[in-house]
């Protein structure tokens, strides 16, 4: 049986199908005078659909504000969008940016243009909505702590220097998102225990699944390792990335 291979994104979806017109929003959702044009283009679904991930893009709109009801990752890629919060405090998000939402974020949706993204989706309907949370935008430059302790048997270079920051995590630690980094080095070929949506800030290099496809990345790629995929990762400059996955 074949392995599974990286699935590379890309703005325009995929090549070979049409772009799937969704259903409209309900109307007691929509404050705007009219409803979106929402299309989408699904990459990778899992969990028995409580994992989707793929490209989305929306003519104008607003929508009523509430808590929002699934943990959603997302890169925009055209246009710009306005988040409300629970206090009537505003977030401009743009082109370029990255950002969090997680499930029981009260927030309101003001969409003055033309969106385009990728979203990683999380649905989790046993998970509470902690309306609490706000909406994170993904710094790129933040600090990042040192992961210590690295067990040298997982690498074939010597060991690493690795920054990891987990920007949120969902209830049950099934769904996070954040920004990492790590010097040149290699690993051992093992099996991928998540399935991770990955956008390459800086540097290249390289994934290899268990039938020897050569996967190379550079800066500005988005892409999805599948759970259960044969992974051997290999970076010979530096690599920064932004994160997102899911863990059964």
């Not at 540097?203 to 996967?215: E, K, L, R």
Request: with cysteine; aromatic share 12%.
């Amino acid at each position: 049986m074949a392995d599974q291979t990286v699935i590379r994104f890309s703005p325009e979806g995929d090549p070979a199908t049409e772009w799937l017109l969704w259903d409209p929003l309900p109307a007691e959702d929509i404050a705007s005078e009219s409803p979106p044009r929402q299309r989408g283009h699904e990459y990778y679904s899992a969990a028995e659909g409580r994992v989707t991930v793929g490209v989305w893009d929306s003519t104008p709109y607003s929508e009523v504000k509430g808590p929002y009801p699934v943990d959603e990752f997302m890169l925009l890629l055209e246009g710009s969008l306005d988040l409300e919060d629970a206090d009537g405090n505003t977030e401009t998000f743009r082109a370029g940016e990255a950002l969090i939402i997680p499930k029981g974020a009260v927030v309101q949706w003001k969409q003055r243009e033309y969106l385009l993204k990728f979203y990683f989706i999380h649905d989790n309907p046993e998970a509470p909505l902690d309306t609490g949370l706000a909406a994170l935008r993904v710094d790129p430059d933040a600090a990042l702590p040192a992961v210590e302790n690295l067990d040298p048997a997982l690498f074939e270079s010597d060991l690493p220097q690795m920054g990891w920051l987990t920007l949120y995590q969902s209830p049950g630690n099934h769904f996070q998102a954040g920004v990492w980094d790590c010097s040149p080095m290699q690993r051992v070929a093992t099996t991928i225990e998540r399935s991770e949506l990955m956008h390459i800030l800086e540097g290249s290099g390289s994934i290899t699944n268990a039938d020897g496809v050569v996967f190379e990345f550079k800066p500005g790629d988005t892409f999805l390792v599948p759970l259960g995929m044969g992974y051997r990762w290999q970076n010979d400059s530096y690599v920064k990335k932004l994160f997102c996955s899911y863990t059964p």
